[in-house]
């Protein structure tokens, strides 16, 4: 840990030299503000597919050796539907859907699906997009006098949380615990707590969290944390006076090109034009809803407060958009990318094998980065393999296995890429023939 604060530290310093700065006083009392030249917007290739979601569909798509090992994984774990998107130098080779979305309709490219965790390395993004924008930094106080959300001072007791900053969130360091429950997955418990009748505003969820003394120092260790990304969510809405889902969208996805990413629901009543319907295992048993509304639910539907989890894990998206949105943070062409090259170096660069990423879950050194996300219903990989490739698999099932399921997907991906590798197409569908 005390090797990754160092690389941490030379690579803030290495941002404020080599992007050519200025420092301008805003006055007594108040820091020094950074100010960067803004990087240009990226261009959309006039010959891009403008609406991915309704354009890629699955006869686009076939290549039945490989479709028929996909199709037996399914089998073999009971999976109802799968999207698979794959993508070669920055260009979407293959894109498939296999199985249902719900009893009438088919899995296609197209189809949205809650991506849980995966959401964090969209946050990230934004994060990076407002740090380009000389608007927060990675060094950054979250709380205090010159911090972010300092709002919230007056309910916070312990002073570690003062030697917080948006690095630590972003990197799983700022000093929470899940031991005793994930407060984010704990709603009907925080509302009996709080006697609440109603699931709690992100903003009273805060006032509540911030004044339980931290598990550890800021920065001195690392454990994942949901709350964090929800505090980066509101660190966003502050510093770019938006709504989160609203900047998400115009400063995110719709400059890569993506336009079907939303913010997702809690119950089946919920689902949205476009999304998949959600399964779990046939033994699941039920549970009470998060906000203690019904007795008995299936947990993919109503077990978990997603609408809650905002930038933590409420994203809902297609593999083939997700795809696109990779290629916009991979530093290299025919996409445009979202961010400049430092800031790309800045998300994935590693420092040991236990820091993470700033939102990537994995960053190695040979250059594979790998972001994961499952809750009830769904399991969510997005695999950069060293040699350029990128493979986006979601399911609309999850398994006995939980968030452990990733690991078999990543070994489908795996055994696919050695067997079917040299048969893809070459071709690009990011673009209109």
């Known amino acids: 840990m005390r090797h990754s604060r160092l690389i941490s530290t030379i690579l803030t310093l290495a941002i404020l030299v080599g992007a050519g700065f200025c420092l301008r006083l805003r006055g007594q009392g108040e820091p020094a503000v950074t100010h960067l030249e803004p990087e240009p917007e990226p261009v959309i290739p006039v010959d891009w597919v403008e609406d991915l979601n309704e354009a890629i569909t699955n006869d686009l798509s076939h290549l039945p050796a490989m479709d028929q090992v996909v199709d037996s994984f399914m089998n073999f774990w009971s999976l109802k539907g799968v999207s698979l998107a794959i993508v070669r130098n920055d260009s979407l080779l293959y894109a498939r859907g296999y199985g249902r979305a719900d009893a009438v309709l088919p899995m296609t490219p197209g189809t949205t699906l809650r991506l849980a965790s995966v959401s964090k390395l969209l946050t990230a993004i934004g994060i990076m997009r407002l740090q380009e924008e000389g608007k927060v930094f990675l060094e950054t106080p ?145 549970v009470v809803s998060f906000d203690g509304k019904y007795a008995s639910v299936q947990r993919c539907y109503g077990g978990n407060y997603i609408s809650g989890l905002y930038g933590a894990g409420g994203w809902i998206g297609s593999t083939v958009e997700l795809a696109r949105l990779v290629c916009a943070i991979d530093g290299t062409g025919p996409v445009p990318d979202l961010l400049d090259p430092f800031s790309i170096r800045q998300m994935t660069v590693w420092m040991d094998d236990e820091t993470y990423g700033l939102g990537w879950l994995d960053c190695r050194p040979e250059g594979e980065w790998t972001r994961t996300g499952s809750f009830a219903g769904t399991s969510a990989l997005i695999k950069k393999y060293a040699d350029g490739e990128i493979w986006v698999i979601v399911t609309n099932t999850s398994t006995w296995r939980g968030s452990r399921f990733s690991r078999n997907t990543g070994a489908l991906c795996q055994n696919l890429r050695s067997r079917f590798d040299t048969q893809l197409p070459v071709r690009d569908l990011f673009r209109e023939n």
């Open 142 to 286: 979250v709380f205090g006098p010159f911090g972010v959300l300092n709002e919230y001072d007056r309910y916070i007791k312990d002073d570690n949380y003062y030697l917080m900053t948006v690095q630590h969130l972003l990197r799983h360091q700022g000093g929470f615990t899940s031991r005793g429950g994930d407060v984010m997955f704990s709603t009907q418990k925080f509302m009996q707590r709080h006697g609440l009748k109603e699931p709690p505003s992100s903003d009273y969820l805060v006032k509540k969290e911030v004044a339980k003394p931290l598990y550890f120092e800021p920065g001195t260790s690392q454990e994942y944390s949901n709350f964090g990304y929800l505090l980066l969510s509101l660190i966003i809405e502050k510093v770019s006076g938006m709504p989160y889902e609203e900047f998400m969208q115009k400063e995110v996805f719709e400059p890569a090109g993506c336009h079907g990413f939303r913010l997702g629901g809690d119950y089946l009543a919920d689902r949205l034009p476009g999304e998949t319907r959600y399964f779990v295992p046939s033994d699941d048993k039920p």
